[in-house]
């Protein structure tokens, strides 16, 4: 059962939530597939057949809230970032206009299939430098973190190769990105948007500079949306490149962060597993990368508004309603993972989870991901055959409304 004064207590950003949240999407799948968060103003939808239905059906549920702050920016707020000059019109994630498809075959230009196996060399040689880093601290301290030192901006040297952009100062580019996730993703109070807003007004400028200065016959990202015409042969704006590369800047490389920061976790978490994975068994990485999509997704939920009421597994949702969809959740469905609480790599059919969503804002990145995890998982694990967690308590977790992962990955050899 799932009492009233339970649902009452359920806070999405809370603590107990963020720390454990497999109880409460258990019992939403159970009890209430389709539940009203009063805090929230949200639809929390769980049960995996819902969550693709909702993903599969645009022309109801549109994406045009998919980049909304959730905690809503107050007017001082809403200065900063308007004179900064700061615009979001809607490209990729939030776009379900005619503009969409043609901006999405831009970026996909540049994240092939083939294109991302070129760059498996790339993930390996920076893993190992970083490695190196975890090894020289090994050495003086007795412990390393492999999110601070090998997680943190290994995906963002690889997006930024991936879309030919250089000239770019990394540590600040990661600090503009998280600072964005936590102001349009969190529940920070006002003194802390403010600063969080100054921050993502600034790489917005940078971007729009960047935007107005790039040559339209360059091969990079920059320039590719410069020569990019939209419906109508029109050029884009300003606002519209900036804001697609804002969103790609961010979604493109911060997930990979989380998603190799859960992975190397869970594995260490399981020393059989990294003996295996040590010894090179052949096919073991990409299944524990699937495995941890599947459990433990970095993006846990996505957000949909309805375009006029509609009805959804009984439950009648008003026009308008802000839509949340547990991507999380519905990859530990009974109804389609057996045993779903259990970590198997390599079970069945294991690519019907929703890591990456559906459909047409399927994510475009799902291969290049899958490929640096990969890869970076079994470069850690040959070059640090011997590592274990240094402690085996809960790690601090990322706690924001679409993202979570662990901050901390300390290990230890001896």
Same mark, same amino acid.
């Given at each position: 059962?799932?009492?009233?004064?339970?649902?009452?207590?359920?806070?999405?950003?809370?603590?107990?939530?963020?720390?454990?949240?497999?109880?409460?999407?258990?019992?939403?799948?159970?009890?209430?597939?389709?539940?009203?968060?009063?805090?929230?103003?949200?639809?929390?939808?769980?049960?995996?057949?819902?969550?693709?239905?909702?993903?599969?059906?645009?022309?109801?549920?549109?994406?045009?809230?998919?980049?909304?702050?959730?905690?809503?920016?107050?007017?001082?707020?809403?200065?900063?970032?308007?004179?900064?000059?700061?615009?979001?019109?809607?490209?990729?994630?939030?776009?379900?206009?005619?503009?969409?498809?043609?901006?999405?075959?831009?970026?996909?230009?540049?994240?092939?299939?083939?294109?991302?196996?070129?760059?498996?060399? /790339?993930?390996?040689?920076?893993?190992?430098? %970083? @490695? =190196? +880093?975890? *090894?020289?601290? #090994?050495?003086?301290?007795? !412990?390393?973190?492999?999110?601070?030192?090998?997680?943190?901006?290994?995906?963002?040297?690889?997006?930024?190769?991936?879309?030919?952009?250089?000239?770019?100062?990394?540590?600040?580019?990661?600090?503009?990105?998280?600072?964005?996730?936590?102001?349009?993703?969190?529940?920070?109070?006002?003194?802390?948007?403010?600063?969080?807003?100054?921050?993502?007004?600034?790489?917005?400028?940078?971007?729009?500079?960047?935007?107005?200065?790039?040559?339209?016959?360059?091969?990079?990202?920059?320039?590719?949306?410069?020569?990019?015409?939209?419906?109508?042969?029109?050029?884009?704006?300003?606002?519209?490149?900036?804001?697609?590369?804002?969103?790609?800047?961010?979604?493109?490389?911060?997930?990979?962060?989380?998603?190799?920061?859960?992975?190397?976790?869970?594995? /260490?978490?399981?020393?059989?597993?990294?003996? %295996? @994975? =040590? +010894?090179? *068994?052949?096919? #073991?990485?990409?299944?524990? !990368?699937?495995?941890?999509?599947?459990?433990?997704?970095?993006?846990?939920?996505?957000?949909?508004?309805?375009?006029?009421?509609?009805?959804?597994?009984?439950?009648?949702?008003?026009?308008?309603?802000?839509?949340?969809?547990?991507?999380?959740?519905?990859?530990?469905?009974?109804?389609?993972?057996?045993?779903?609480?259990?970590?198997?790599?390599?079970?069945?059919?294991?690519?019907?989870?929703?890591?990456?969503?559906?459909?047409?804002?399927?994510?475009?990145?799902?291969?290049?991901?899958?490929?640096?995890?990969?890869?970076?998982?079994?470069?850690?694990?040959?070059?640090?055959?011997?590592?274990?967690?240094?402690?085996?308590?809960?790690?601090?977790?990322?706690?924001?409304?679409?993202?979570?992962?662990?901050?901390?990955?300390?290990?230890?050899?001896?």
């Amino acid at each position: 059962m799932w009492t009233t004064e339970q649902r009452a207590e359920l806070d999405l950003f809370g603590r107990d939530f963020v720390d454990d949240p497999d109880p409460t999407l258990r019992r939403l799948r159970e009890h209430a597939p389709v539940h009203h968060d009063p805090r929230t103003d949200l639809w929390l939808v769980s049960r995996h057949a819902d969550v693709r239905a909702v993903l599969a059906d645009q022309d109801t549920f549109q994406p045009d809230n998919a980049l909304t702050a959730v905690t809503p920016l107050p007017i001082p707020v809403l200065r900063v970032l308007a004179r900064a000059g700061f615009a979001l019109p809607p490209t990729l994630a939030n776009n379900g206009t005619p503009s969409h498809p043609g901006l999405r075959r831009l970026v996909a230009g540049y994240l092939t299939p083939g294109k991302v196996a070129d760059a498996v060399g /790339l993930v390996e040689g920076l893993a190992e430098e %970083r @490695l =190196a +880093e975890v *090894e020289a601290a #090994l050495e003086i301290d007795g !412990v390393a973190d492999l999110y601070s030192l090998l997680a943190t901006d290994l995906p963002c040297l690889v997006l930024l190769h991936m879309l030919g952009i250089t000239g770019v100062d990394v540590p600040r580019l990661k600090a503009w990105s998280t600072a964005s996730l936590e102001l349009f993703w969190g529940n920070p109070g006002q003194q802390r948007q403010l600063e969080l807003a100054a921050a993502a007004g600034e790489f917005h400028r940078w971007l729009a500079d960047r935007v107005r200065a790039a040559d339209p016959a360059g091969a990079d990202l920059f320039g590719a949306l410069v020569a990019h015409r939209a419906p109508g042969d029109r050029p884009l704006t300003v606002d519209e490149a900036a804001g697609l590369c804002y969103f790609l800047l961010i979604a493109g490389q911060e997930t990979t962060t989380q998603l190799l920061s859960t992975l190397l976790d869970r594995v /260490l978490r399981r020393p059989e597993l990294w003996r %295996r @994975l =040590a +010894e090179g *068994e052949q096919g #073991l990485a990409e299944a524990c !990368v699937e495995e941890v999509l599947r459990r433990e997704p970095p993006v846990v939920t996505w957000r949909r508004i309805t375009a006029r009421e509609t009805v959804l597994s009984g439950v009648v949702l008003p026009a308008g309603a802000k839509v949340l969809l547990m991507l999380a959740g519905s990859g530990s469905d009974p109804e389609v993972f057996a045993e779903p609480s259990d970590f198997c790599p390599g079970r069945p059919e294991v690519r019907r989870h929703l890591a990456f969503g559906f459909g047409r804002h399927f994510c475009l990145g799902a291969g290049l991901a899958r490929m640096e995890a990969e890869a970076v998982l079994r470069t850690v694990a040959r070059r640090l055959p011997d590592a274990r967690l240094a402690d085996d308590g809960r790690p601090p977790m990322l706690g924001l409304l679409s993202f979570r992962a662990p901050l901390r990955v300390a290990i230890r050899t001896t």
